[in-house]
């Protein structure tokens, strides 16, 4: 029985954030996702998320493949949660590669690459495009 943790803001989610839940979810038998709360991504970012964190982590919370989730308040607290929820492998996507590697004394830490041409960011320009394409046809 092999628990896989992963970590996320999945704001907007999107195709690449479905793909590599799925990708995540078969490198084991149960799939745990830390969504990162609304403080953390202001204290990184400098802004909120458009969803909150409670529909975000509906959201995740729905998908079949996932089994639990929780709300993940610091980066640097990554050590605790892998213990806490007992995980064996920690899964993150490629952009991350490189910067988990001190977990791998507690658990495999594997990086698996993004998907392209999807993003967060990239779908908040869409939208501003699309609403300014809009706006100059009325
Ligand atoms: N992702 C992906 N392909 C994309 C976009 C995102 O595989 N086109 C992956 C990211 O690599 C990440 C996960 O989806 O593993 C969630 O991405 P974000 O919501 O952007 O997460 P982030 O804000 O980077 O938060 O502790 C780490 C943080 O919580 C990660």
Request: hydrophobic share 40%; with cysteine; glycine share 6%.
């Amino acid at each position: 029985m092999k628990t896989v943790i992963t970590f996320g803001t999945f704001d907007l989610f999107h195709i690449g954030h479905l793909r590599i839940l799925e990708r995540a979810a078969k490198y084991g038998d149960k799939l745990i996702v830390g969504i990162s709360t609304d403080k953390l991504n202001f204290s990184k970012k400098g802004f909120n998320p458009v969803f909150p964190q409670e529909d975000r982590r509906d959201i995740i919370a729905s998908l079949s493949f996932v089994d639990k989730t929780f709300f993940e308040e610091s980066l640097e607290m990554k050590g605790e949660y892998i213990k806490e929820h007992k995980a064996d492998i920690l899964v993150m996507g490629s952009d991350w590669a490189g910067k988990f590697d001190e977990y791998k004394s507690i658990c495999e830490v594997v990086y698996l690459p993004r998907t392209t041409g999807i993003s967060t960011t990239q779908v908040k320009q869409k939208v501003i495009e699309m609403e300014k394409f809009h706006f100059s046809e009325l």
